[in-house]
């Protein structure tokens, strides 16, 4: 008789289920919404996305889509034109069938703002929304960035390479307090952007290659940044890094990458007064140039560093024997113009020639 029952509610749960999960794997709206997407990122003639609904209705198999294999709905989402030269007008609309949504791509792909009302704001109705990848699309409307406030689940934002350039760009950004994950490489933001960076207390990565940053006098306007454990400044033109002895965002990190900021080929970084980094463990320091005195002095913090990179950068007898006070290091590359110094006393190291 409890069998009996049993079968009975799943008859009746499988009834209540019909049409709204296919027999193919994949919600018929979903299935739908995705190739409404791919029409209206299609110019006429355009192949991309050319797989969807080509060989199976079940749009969990189709390329750059995953699905959760418990409700077999969109949770991961890739979106990436074959043809950038051509503008695409973002409808947020078409995104909103997604309710289980946890990542979306849509890196490259030249997004303007061009319908009304329906810019990235709309998506704040996908709360599961976390990550969030925007890199390379030269916004014509830098509102469209403000407009991402909105999504306060986000944890991820990359927004790399969209010719940002002043606080008033991401401003709008402010609201997202949950996010961890933060890249504004390849823009064209100054130190003024510093302060404002502040307000994103939950932030564990921040990632500012190829700006402008030039000398940090004072990491103070960073010091909210208690949970940070990635930095990285690689191609900017950072020479001096000061003042920053009892600050929360040094005594946090785990990584820090300063490569690359020797801009002019003469300048050499200054890592002066940077304190402590009890919880460091890598340090790259790559085609940059030292000074003897300055950089031997400063190894002196780096007691917890294992691995160190310094390909490509000048270092003279005196800074290269300062490496043997480092007593965690366990990997150590120089790869360039000093790959000849010598290496005695540096033992478990593995210096590339």
């Known amino acids: 008789m409890r069998l009996i029952k049993q079968l009975l509610v799943a008859l ?14 994949c ?5 739908n919404a995705l190739l409404q997407l791919k029409a209206s990122f299609n110019y006429p003639e355009r192949m991309s996305l ?14 750059n889509i995953h699905c959760s294999s418990t409700t077999g709905r ?22 909103l069938p997604f309710q289980e949504l946890t990542s979306l791509s849509l890196r490259n792909n030249h997004i303007i703002d061009c319908v009304e009302n329906e810019g990235f704001e709309r998506l704040e109705r996908l709360s599961k929304l976390e990550f969030l990848d925007l890199e390379y699309n030269w916004f014509n409307n830098k509102s469209i960035v403000s ?43 100054n130190n003024s952007i510093i302060p404002l960076l502040s307000v994103f207390s939950s932030l564990k990565s921040l990632t500012l290659i190829d700006n402008r940053l030039e000398n940090i006098t004072n990491f103070q306007e960073l010091d909210a940044l208690g949970n940070l454990k990635v930095l990285s ?60 005195g300055i950089f031997a002095q400063e190894m002196g913090n780096f007691s917890s560093v294992e691995e160190l990179s310094l390909d490509g950068s000048s270092l003279d007898e005196e800074s290269f ?16 113009p000093n790959a000849d110094l010598p290496s005695q006393g540096l033992s478990m190291i593995s210096i590339f020639k």
């Open 12 to 25: 009746v749960i499988a009834s209540l289920l019909e049409g709204w999960w296919s027999c193919d794997g």
């Open 27 to 31: 919600l018929e709206n979903e299935r």
């Open 50 to 63: 050319f797989s969807w609904g080509l060989l199976t209705d079940d749009c969990c198999k189709w390329e």
């Open 74 to 95: 969109v949770s991961k989402l890739s979106i990436r034109r074959d043809y950038w030269a051509f503008e695409w007008c973002f409808n947020a609309s078409l995104f």
């Open 147 to 189: 407009s991402i406030g909105h999504l306060s689940s986000l944890k991820s934002l990359n927004l790399a390479d969209n010719r940002l350039e002043s606080v008033t760009d991401i401003q709008g950004l402010s609201s997202l307090q949950n996010l961890e994950f933060l890249d504004l490489s390849s823009n064209n933001f």
């Open 233 to 292: 400044l690689r191609r900017n033109q950072i020479t001096k890094v000061v003042d920053s002895r009892d600050i929360k965002i040094i005594r946090n990190l785990s990584s820090l990458f300063l490569d690359d900021n020797n801009g002019d080929g003469r300048s050499s970084i200054q890592l002066e007064l940077l304190g402590a980094y009890p919880f460091l463990k890598t340090l790259s320091l790559m085609n940059n140039s030292f000074k003897g």
């Open 321 to 336: 024997k300062s490496l043997r006070a480092l007593p965690s290091l366990k990997f150590l590359s120089m790869q360039g």
